[in-house]
């Protein structure tokens, strides 16, 4: 588990990046995530069933994001095309 003050940090980030509030909670489960992701992939071991099922949360939920920009993006987009119309 993160400190408090990585999860704050992470907040911040994310408001920066994707404009977007999100609570304590939802916060320290993403960062939680992005580290375990990062400690799998940087690990020279086979991962354990544990960190293979932490990767597999991650990538859930980095694909989940990515999936929400591109409709923002899209929505913005179409957006952006009607005024010009």
Do not use: C, W
């Not at 992939?41 to 293979?52: D, F």
Request: proline share 4%; net charge negative; charged share 40%.
């Amino acid at each position: 588990m993160l400190p408090k003050e990585a999860t704050e940090e992470f907040k911040v980030l994310y408001k920066k990046h994707y404009g977007q509030d999100i609570s304590d909670e939802e916060a320290s489960r993403r960062a939680n995530n992005l580290v375990n992701l990062y400690k799998v992939v940087y690990s020279p071991a086979e991962p354990s069933e544990e960190q293979a099922r932490k990767v597999s949360e991650a990538y859930e939920i980095l694909f989940e994001e990515v999936l929400k920009q591109r409709e923002l993006k899209n929505s913005n987009l179409g957006r952006n095309n009607e005024k010009e119309e």
